[in-house]
């Protein structure tokens, strides 16, 4: 489904506010307009008025997430891309921009499975935007 452009830009104002809303001690993130900002990590959006312009986020998982055999690493960053053709209805594009990859991911359909030590930690879901980050147990 086609949207028009205000309806675009009310979308993008609502991900944004509910985005802010969500961030905390699990995660936490930030927005941007361009994928340059994001990258150098400059002019970021910081009210909800700019809101309607955030079409980029960066976002730190605060979650022990498996790195290689035996090796852990506490926050994992991945970058989430509104600017998608069909976007709401089409997922956005994501990066991970950890150094350090997670050592089990698997991605599908817009959303990252991290295996994590049999009772570790529950299972969780965050959600964010229109994905989401979940931790399972094997």
């Not at 986020?57 to 498996?66: E, I, K, N, P, Q």
């Amino acid at each position: 489904m086609t949207i028009t452009p205000d309806e675009l830009r009310s979308r993008l104002q609502l991900d944004y506010r509910v985005a802010h809303d969500m961030f905390g001690s699990v995660f936490s993130g930030e927005a941007y307009r361009t994928a340059a900002d994001l990258e150098a990590r400059r002019n970021p959006i910081k009210s909800a008025d700019q809101g309607h312009l955030a079409t980029k986020y960066r976002v730190d998982f605060h979650v022990r997430t498996l790195i290689g055999p035996g090796q852990f690493s506490d926050v994992t960053t991945i970058a989430f891309d509104l600017d998608q053709p069909g976007y709401p209805d089409a997922e956005p594009g994501t990066q991970v921009l950890s150094k350090q990859i997670p050592y089990s991911p698997i991605l599908c359909s817009m959303r990252l499975y991290v295996l994590v030590r049999p009772g570790s930690m529950p299972k969780a879901l965050c959600c964010l935007v229109n994905s989401s980050f979940t931790l399972l147990s094997c």
